[in-house]
């Protein structure tokens, strides 16, 4: 009998050691490091998983066995987060033609991200179409539709990084048409680049009324884009030929319209001139036999030492939804306004009030354990289907979810009114908070701001004009998620834009579910 205990004994410990072997050969032998795949049937297979139930069955010996296994502990992946470099979203925004795509290309090509095959390729294709400058944009355009009008209409999505920055290139069309897409865009920006073309009657054309030079600074400002690199571009134009006197010239129209939109230009606002076709002043400094005027920083230099407000990993998560669709179950797209999201976390999906689980988290297509605020995610849930789901849904953290209503107070700044039309309750537009689009009615003038005191008047207002400033009431046909201005600074700003123009921009101060 005794014989026959210690046989089954032996049994147990072969196969406890076979089952404990098996941690350190998933997690490979350096624990440390973390799991990152490619294969996102792999990805769905939590490989760190131990079952309780299993560990509780074994004898003592094998317990301890297992204990001094070194598994990989969650502060070993909260140490390797931190190490990694810091992101930022950079929304490349101007008038059309000012070499927004180009200039996103060229530093894909500068950076590693494209190799000279591709290039050479894009070279004869452009060519093909008697359009030999546009071959770096076509890095950024990827659709036909795109390369053959020779403008941006989507908003492109690169990746590039240097020694400090990862960075998440955002290329937002120019074109008047398409002014939503850059606003989706610039919403989920930290940083911006405005680019100018130097070149004779162009940079005039955009700065002029109408232009987009003025109404992406606008809307840049409005939609929390609080650094602005301006690139003065085509410098090595045949008109320009690298002249300080132009470049001063564009500098000291743009100063003051800046100023007027917010920006404060000695902290905010940084000048520079460069090539985007040859790539001149972009990774590396120009040779003053180029530009002997010049001896400031080249875009990548300027790029890195951008400093940002740190975001808060500690508070109530939220993340817009910019997109989604199916891929082994529902993904949602969207960036971390707050807090942090971690695989195997539940949290809401508002308005609907879905409780939904983290499967698995991307993060530039790789597989990530957690990530912070600030990161563009791709989230694979579980508990819901992607039909359910409509972007400007908030992914939000479910001991304290986003606020869901259809009625809210603002404090509105009116640009420019339609021909004609005042500014009256009854007045209907069509409003872009982070990445909700939905038509919305003035329900209710409450009160005017006096422009020299900033503080509200006494006196009943009826309508305003352009220019005024005032608070009101505002009510949308659905259930939209949003936050005060006070609280949650990139959920509670705002834009009101009817047929094509953008008519007053605000922040929400008050919320009436």
């Given at each position: 009998m005794d014989n026959l205990e210690d046989d089954?004994?032996?049994?147990?410990?072969?196969?406890?050691?076979?089952?404990?072997n098996r941690v350190p050969n998933e997690n490979g032998e350096e624990p440390k490091e973390p799991v990152a795949s490619d294969n996102v049937e792999e990805d769905l297979r939590d490989e760190s998983y131990i079952d309780p139930q299993t560990v509780h069955s074994e004898p003592k010996d094998v317990a301890e066995v297992k204990e001094q296994i070194?598994?990989?502990?969650?502060?070993?992946?909260?140490?390797?987060?931190?190490?990694?470099?810091?992101?930022?979203?950079?929304?490349?925004?101007?008038?059309?033609?000012?070499?927004?795509?180009?200039?996103?290309?060229?530093?894909?090509?500068?950076?590693?991200?494209?190799?000279?095959?591709?290039?050479?390729?894009?070279?004869?294709?452009a060519k093909d179409k008697s359009r030999e400058s546009w071959y770096m944009a076509y890095i950024m355009d990827t659709n036909a539709e795109e390369r053959v009008k020779g403008i941006t209409v989507e908003v492109g999505r690169a990746h590039f990084e240097t020694e400090t920055t990862r960075f998440t290139i955002l290329d937002a069309p120019g074109h008047k048409s398409y002014v939503p897409n850059m606003i989706s865009g610039a919403s989920q920006a930290d940083i911006g680049v405005l680019v100018i073309s130097a070149r004779k009657g162009e940079f005039e054309t955009g700065y002029e009324r109408g232009g987009q030079t003025r109404e992406h600074v606008q809307l840049a400002k409005t939609l929390g884009v609080s650094k602005l690199l301006v690139v003065v571009n085509k410098m090595d134009d045949p008109t320009v030929n690298w002249s300080k006197e132009r470049y001063d010239e564009i500098e000291s129209k743009m100063v003051p319209f800046l100023k007027s939109s917010g920006y404060n230009v000695k902290k905010d606002i940084q000048f520079l001139p460069i090539s985007g076709?040859?790539?001149?002043?972009?990774?590396?400094?120009?040779?003053?036999?180029?530009?002997?005027?010049?001896?400031?920083?080249?875009?990548f230099e300027a790029l890195d030492a951008i400093e940002v407000p740190p975001r808060d990993p500690n508070g109530p998560f939220r993340m817009p939804i910019i997109d989604k669709f199916k891929d082994m179950g529902t993904v949602v797209m969207g960036k971390v306004e707050s807090g942090s999201l971690r695989e195997g976390n539940s949290v809401l999906i508002m308005p609907n009030k879905v409780q939904v689980k983290v499967l698995a988290l991307y993060c530039d297509d790789d597989k990530v354990r957690s990530a912070g605020p600030g990161e563009n995610l791709k989230?694979?849930?579980?508990?819901?289907?992607?039909?359910?789901?409509?972007?400007?849904?908030?992914?939000?953290?479910?001991?304290?979810?986003?606020?869901?209503?259809?009625?809210?107070?603002?404090?509105?700044?009116?640009?420019?009114?339609?021909?004609?039309?005042?500014?009256?309750?009854?007045?209907?537009?069509?409003?872009?908070?982070?990445?909700?689009?939905?038509?919305?009615?003035i329900i209710e003038l409450m009160q005017q701001i006096d422009p020299r005191t900033r503080q509200p008047m006494r006196r009943k207002v009826l309508f305003v004009k352009n220019g005024a400033a005032v608070v009101c009431r505002i009510q949308v046909s659905n259930m939209i998620c949003i936050e005060k201005f006070l609280d949650f600074q990139q959920l509670g700003r705002f834009t009101l834009r009817t047929e094509g123009k953008t008519v007053a921009i605000g922040k929400v101060t008050d919320l009436r579910a």
């Open positions: 089954i004994r032996a049994l147990q410990l072969d196969s406890s050691a076979e089952d404990s070194p598994a990989a502990p969650e502060p070993i992946e909260d140490e390797v987060e931190k190490e990694k470099k810091r992101h930022l979203n950079v929304v490349f925004i101007g008038h059309v033609d000012a070499g927004k795509s180009t200039i996103g290309g060229q530093i894909l090509y500068l950076s590693g991200q494209v190799d000279e095959r591709t290039i050479q390729k894009y070279e004869k294709e076709l040859h790539g001149t002043n972009m990774q590396t400094r120009m040779d003053k036999k180029v530009c002997p005027w010049w001896s400031g920083q080249c875009l989230v694979r849930l579980s508990g819901i289907e992607d039909e359910d789901i409509l972007s400007g849904f908030v992914l939000s953290s479910i001991e304290k979810p986003i606020q869901a209503v259809n009625e809210f107070v603002a404090h509105l700044q009116i640009l420019e009114l339609l021909d004609n039309a005042i500014f009256t309750a009854g007045y209907k537009a069509v409003l872009h908070i982070h990445s909700v689009v939905e038509e919305c009615e």
